[in-house]
């Protein structure tokens, strides 16, 4: 982000409507009104308030923000987050602010504005409702908050012309999603449709969809490329919009939509064995998860069986054991949660005794806190804590590390499509450990790599 310290302005630096852009850098939004610094209104920079991924930072500070994504701070304080994470307050604030720029509040609080915004300028929805869709109580905690940021209030941003959608209306809210480029929405969805849960999610030739809910009330999200080389295309369908900002932080996250790839693609593309296949194809992503304990049960489940296997598997444990939230046929449930499968009967659902018994103690880990899903660390630490559990090997614990925890320098070595393209780029066949071996030149980038050997089999469009 540039700043004009004349103006008291930041913006993308694309955004040519600063007189002395560069003047000031800032890692982020919400470091830049931390400052003091006002959004442009010419570019709206980050509009969903999204904070791109963080690098080189201690774990407390990755965790901190995958919960402020989470909403934590949305109805607790910083003194329970700190709680959370197991460090005094004044550590947690002092190491936010050297590692982002801003607090846990000042990241929380950017975030709700930036989305309000986006919701006052793009959508007819009325005060009340974006309130309550940013994860606010109200309209006046809106307008302090608004003013507070932006010297103005909310009321007086541009909407669209005509009236005022109130909540409780089923017409969809429609909006952009700016992405990180280069990018492929292509890419994602070619791995997300084999691996869609059946009555969840529904993946098509061109778009994403899946079932959510707010206490009990659903509503539908559906993403398709909005063909501009710049955004996604975000429909939401429901009858409220309460906390619709975790809904979009989900997306981004599962969709990689605020990771660059640059620095993957600089560090990897001299290498003599992946170097092609990674300039080839600058715009991959690792495509991470909508939700860290569904998503590791995905994981769990695809132990040594196909893709479709455990598709099925996943689709069977959501009909049996998740809550109905809809009659429509295609998506109307929503995945049990750690609690509920620790105590579910998972007979009848696919899964050999040794299975059945892993799922169970990794739920129950989930559900008494032995195991943390925010808990990251270096790639060794976590494949140490996820090994510890019973049933739980390599594989799992290094896919686990890429998609739920988002961690840059995973290698699932022991992965037979890995292995099969590592070794016909190689020219010749190689173990698990040699794979391993190998692999030191393209650290702390090994994700990366792994996703491009993934795809390396089938070519997708960019944007």
Same mark, same amino acid.
């Given at each position: 982000?540039?700043?004009?310290?004349?103006?008291?302005?930041?913006?993308?630096?694309?955004c040519g409507s600063?007189?002395?852009?560069?003047?000031?850098?800032?890692?982020?939004?919400a470091a830049a009104?931390?400052?003091?610094?006002?959004?442009?209104?010419?570019?709206?920079?980050?509009?969903?308030?999204?904070?791109?991924?963080?690098?080189?930072?201690?774990?407390?500070?990755?965790?901190?923000?995958?919960?402020?994504?989470?909403?934590?701070?949305?109805?607790?304080?910083?003194?329970?987050?700190?709680?959370?994470?197991?460090?005094?307050?004044?550590?947690?604030?002092?190491?936010?602010?050297?590692?982002?720029?801003?607090?846990?509040?000042?990241?929380?609080?950017?975030?709700?504005?930036?989305?309000?915004?986006?919701?006052?300028?793009?959508?007819?929805?009325?005060?009340?409702?974006?309130?309550?869709?940013?994860?606010?109580?109200?309209?006046?905690?809106?307008?302090?908050?608004?003013?507070?940021?932006?010297?103005?209030?909310?009321? &007086?941003?541009? *909407? +669209?012309?005509?009236? !005022?959608?109130?909540?409780? =209306?089923?017409?969809? #809210? $429609?909006?952009?999603?700016?992405?990180?480029?280069?990018?492929?929405?292509?890419?994602?969805?070619?791995?997300?449709?084999?691996?869609?849960?059946?009555?969840?999610?529904?993946?098509?030739? &061109?778009?994403? *969809? +899946?079932?959510?809910? !707010?206490?009990?009330?659903? =509503?539908?999200?559906? #993403? $398709?490329?909005?063909?501009?080389?710049?955004?996604?295309?975000?429909?939401?369908?429901?009858?409220?919009?309460?906390?619709?900002?975790?809904?979009?932080?989900?997306?981004?996250?599962?969709?990689?939509?605020?990771?660059?790839?640059?620095?993957?693609?600089?560090?990897?593309?001299?290498?003599?064995?992946?170097?092609?296949?990674?300039?080839?194809?600058?715009?991959?992503?690792?495509?991470?998860?909508?939700?860290?304990?569904?998503?590791?049960?995905?994981?769990?489940?695809?132990?040594?069986?196909?893709?479709?296997?455990?598709?099925?598997?996943?689709?069977?444990?959501?009909?049996?054991?998740?809550?109905?939230?809809?009659?429509?046929?295609?998506?109307?449930?929503?995945?049990?949660?750690?609690?509920?499968?620790?105590?579910?009967?998972?007979?009848?659902?696919?899964?050999?005794?040794?299975?059945?018994?892993?799922?169970?103690?990794f739920a129950e880990?989930?559900?008494?806190?032995?195991?943390?899903?925010?808990?990251?660390?270096?790639?060794?630490?976590?494949?140490?804590?996820?090994?510890?559990?019973?049933?739980?090997?390599?594989?799992?614990?290094?896919?686990?590390?890429?998609?739920?925890?988002?961690?840059?320098?995973?290698?699932?070595?022991?992965?037979?499509?890995?292995?099969?393209?590592?070794?016909?780029?190689?020219?010749?066949?190689?173990?698990?450990?040699?794979?391993?071996?190998?692999?030191?030149?393209?650290?702390?980038?090994?994700?990366?790599?792994?996703?491009?050997?993934?795809?390396?089999?089938?070519?997708?469009?960019?944007?």
């Open positions: 982000m540039s700043g004009d310290s004349q103006k008291n302005i930041y913006c993308d630096s694309e600063l007189v002395r852009p560069g003047d000031v850098v800032f890692p982020n939004g009104e931390a400052a003091g610094y006002r959004s442009c209104l010419t570019c709206r920079p980050r509009l969903c308030g999204g904070i791109p991924p963080v690098k080189d930072a201690p774990p407390v500070v990755e965790t901190a923000l995958l919960l402020i994504k989470e909403g934590f701070l949305n109805d607790q304080s910083e003194t329970a987050l700190a709680a959370q994470l197991r460090c005094s307050h004044h550590y947690l604030r002092r190491t936010m602010i050297r590692h982002l720029g801003a607090s846990p509040t000042q990241i929380s609080r950017y975030r709700q504005t930036q989305f309000a915004r986006q919701l006052a300028t793009e959508t007819t929805l009325d005060a009340p409702t974006i309130a309550r869709a940013v994860g606010l109580t109200g309209q006046q905690q809106l307008e302090n908050l608004t003013t507070k940021a932006w010297g103005y209030s909310i009321a &007086s941003l541009r *909407r +669209r012309p005509g009236s !005022h959608t109130p909540a409780n =209306r089923s017409s969809p #809210v $429609e909006l952009l999603v700016r992405y990180t480029r280069p990018y492929s929405f292509q890419q994602l969805l070619d791995h997300l449709k084999p691996r869609a849960t059946p009555g969840v999610e529904e993946v098509t030739d &061109s778009s994403y *969809r +899946r079932i959510t809910h !707010h206490n009990g009330n659903p =509503r539908v999200l559906q #993403v $398709e490329d909005a063909q501009d080389g710049q955004h996604l295309r975000v429909q939401v369908h429901g009858e409220n919009y309460v906390n619709l900002i975790d809904d979009m932080e989900r997306l981004r996250t599962l969709f990689a939509i605020d990771e660059t790839p640059g620095p993957a693609v600089e560090h990897l593309s001299h290498d003599g064995l992946v170097g092609e296949l990674v300039t080839q194809q600058p715009w991959v992503r690792v495509p991470r998860c909508w939700d860290r304990f569904e998503g590791s049960v995905r994981i769990i489940i695809g132990q040594q069986i196909s893709v479709t296997a455990a598709t099925t598997i996943a689709g069977r444990i959501a009909h049996k054991l998740g809550r109905q939230i809809a009659d429509d046929s295609a998506l109307s449930r929503c995945f049990p949660s750690a609690a509920d499968l620790a105590d579910a009967d998972l007979s009848g659902l696919g899964f050999t005794n040794q299975r059945k018994a892993t799922l169970q103690h880990a989930v559900a008494d806190g032995s195991l943390d899903l925010t808990m990251s660390g270096t790639i060794e630490e976590i494949s140490l804590r996820w090994c510890a559990l019973p049933g739980i090997g390599p594989w799992t614990a290094q896919v686990a590390a890429m998609r739920i925890l988002q961690h840059d320098d995973a290698m699932p070595s022991s992965d037979l499509g890995i292995r099969r393209n590592a070794s016909a780029l190689f020219g010749i066949q190689i173990t698990a450990r040699e794979l391993d071996d190998r692999s030191a030149p393209w650290r702390p980038f090994r994700s990366w790599v792994s996703q491009h050997l993934w795809n390396a089999s089938h070519k997708v469009g960019t944007t």
